[in-house]
């Protein structure tokens, strides 16, 4: 068993999905370590419908990079990274264009468009990898990865004074 993957009546089952293949601008990451957000379980209970069933919940990912498509260019294999849920956006309409991606059409989401966190490899496009200190704790820093994500944006929005 290599994952979890949804059953959508609140039960994960075991899988082994074959070893990710990365697209010419992915990464495929080695999940050291991957949180449990409600949104997770949203996914797992059927609450909120998978847009790909069945699907690898998790979005709060931090790994190491073991394989990069050719069009990859800041990321080396053996870099650590975080995945957090947003994993795509058209990047060209209003929201995208004034920096509120997460609002975006169509947008695209680790653990519910792709495959997340809960097995031993997940994929993500280099543009929506964070790059991490190589030697940050990938337990501490993955709840950063939704959590500390929707903090930092709040309070950075909310533009208040040093």
């Not at 075991?14 to 370590?33: H, I």
């Not at 998978?50 to 919940?57: E, F, Q, T």
């Not at 169509?106 to 200190?133: H, I, K, N, Q, S």
Request: proline content about 10%; charged content about 20%.
């Amino acid at each position: 068993m290599d994952a979890w993957t949804t059953v959508g009546d609140g039960r994960l089952t075991p899988s082994t999905p074959p070893e990710p293949d990365p697209a010419a601008d992915e990464l495929v990451v080695e999940v050291a370590a991957c949180g449990v957000c409600r949104t997770d379980l949203h996914v797992i209970d059927g609450e909120l419908e998978p847009h790909r069933s069945p699907v690898v919940p998790g979005h709060q990912v931090v790994g190491r990079v073991v394989a990069t498509g050719p069009g990859v260019r800041r990321t080396a294999v053996g870099d650590l990274v975080g995945i957090a849920w947003l994993r795509g956006t058209c990047g060209a309409c209003r929201w995208c264009r004034s920096g509120r991606e997460n609002l975006c059409p169509d947008a695209r989401f680790t653990g519910w468009d792709a495959d997340g966190g809960y097995a031993r490899y997940a994929t993500v496009p280099e543009a929506f990898a964070y790059a991490l200190p190589s030697d940050a704790d990938p337990v501490a820093v993955a709840p950063l990865l939704c959590a500390g994500i929707i903090g930092y944006r709040a309070l950075r929005r909310a533009n208040l004074p040093p």
